[in-house]
């Protein structure tokens, strides 16, 4: 029996995770919970939690949702209809520059939310006022983006589907155009921008497959030394994991990445790339190492000078001259110097050695 339900309070809202004690819950339950939102319908029945789930600390499923719960949620409902239409009227009659998306009413009404989108800031404090008025509990206005926004009103995506943001997604990753030139795709806003205006989302779908894909074909453009003589690589074709080669006699050849591997291709000016790459590591090797020595240099000057400032303090507080209290702390055994001195050992005298008699 699973011991972890995913309850969703909205049709496009993310997932919960809640812990199951002693209900039975099904697919397509209606379930109480202890949150701000109350109401939920349970889509995903599983027996840990996923590594993605917003909280470690999982609240209890109260109850399974009765028929007050359900004609309750349906006030709830037509009252988010009827402050939507409201907040509209406000929004027009004081000429706000805002486009009003969804509203959200919590389960106990302690809460309605009100979504919107907006090009710059708006200062919708006397809008709040309004509303506040009008449904005396807690209002929020939270500005949203184009991507969700879409995702809350829905529409049908370039592919001939409801997008994907309103069927299933539910967090958005990062899409940036690097990933439509490393799919070998047209950059025609038109056909790698989705209805909200953004680049598409389906492009992040198999953007891991093609980074293994390019580490592992060689550069494209790119001329190469192999067993079978010189190539220059054309393109590659990620869905046969092959690439295309020209030969030195014009010849267009295509080869698997195996094959490729086995060829053991190697680029003219790769010897020179690598000394290149030596003598930039030995430069900066240099580089470090001047740099280590002057700090050294610098900080024994520094402190050569704070005890030449000391020595001339303590021959001006003894009433003596500065050269004559150098000599004499040289002089002085146990004394440390103001300036280091260089002392010799002396070595044992070696002992003669008598020659051996011939007797």
Not at 72 to 95: I, M, P, T, W
Not at 222 to 240: P, Q
Request: net charge neutral; charged share 35%.
């Amino acid at each position: 029996m699973s011991s972890i339900a995913g309850v969703k309070f909205r049709e496009y809202g993310n997932i919960y995770y809640f812990e199951i004690k002693d209900l039975e819950v099904s697919m397509g339950d209606w379930v109480v919970v202890d949150q701000g939102q109350g109401l939920g319908e349970v889509v995903v029945l599983r027996d840990d939690v996923p590594e993605d789930a917003e909280s470690d600390e999982l609240k209890a499923v109260n109850r399974l949702a009765e028929n007050e719960d359900l004609v309750r949620h349906q006030e709830n409902e037509g009252l988010s209809r009827e402050a939507f239409q409201y907040c509209l009227d406000c929004v027009r009659q004081r000429k706000l520059d805002m486009k009003l998306v969804d509203v959200e009413v919590f389960f106990d009404r302690s809460k309605i939310i009100f979504y919107f989108t907006a090009p710059n800031r708006i200062d919708f404090r006397e809008l709040v006022k309004d509303l506040v008025k009008n449904y005396r509990t807690r209002i929020e206005l939270r500005q949203i983006g184009v991507r969700h926004e879409t995702q809350m009103v829905g529409a049908v995506g370039n592919c001939g589907m409801v997008c994907c943001c309103r069927r299933f997604l539910r967090k958005f990753a990062p899409v940036t155009i690097k990933m439509a030139k490393e799919q070998n795709l047209f950059l025609n806003p038109a056909k790698i921008s989705g209805i909200c205006g953004r680049l598409l989302c389906c492009l992040s779908y198999e953007q891991q497959n093609y980074e293994e894909f390019h580490r592992a074909c060689p550069k494209l453009g790119k001329k190469y030394f192999t067993e079978d003589g010189s190539v220059k690589v054309l393109r590659a074709n990620m869905f046969r994991n092959s690439v295309s080669l020209l030969s030195e006699f014009n010849e267009e050849m295509e080869v698997t990445l195996e094959e490729w591997a086995e060829m053991k291709a190697t680029r003219p000016d790769q010897a020179l790339q690598d000394a290149a790459r030596a003598a930039a590591k030995k430069a900066e090797e240099d580089a470090a190492r001047k740099e280590q020595e002057a700090k050294e240099a610098a900080e024994e000057e520094q402190r050569r000078a704070e005890m030449e400032k000391e020595l001339e303090e303590r021959a001006k507080a003894e009433g003596v001259d500065v050269e004559t209290l150098r000599e004499q702390l040289i002089r002085k055994p146990g004394v440390k110097s103001a300036e280091p001195v260089k002392r010799t050992s002396r070595g044992k005298r070696k002992r003669k050695r008598k020659p051996k008699s011939n007797d």
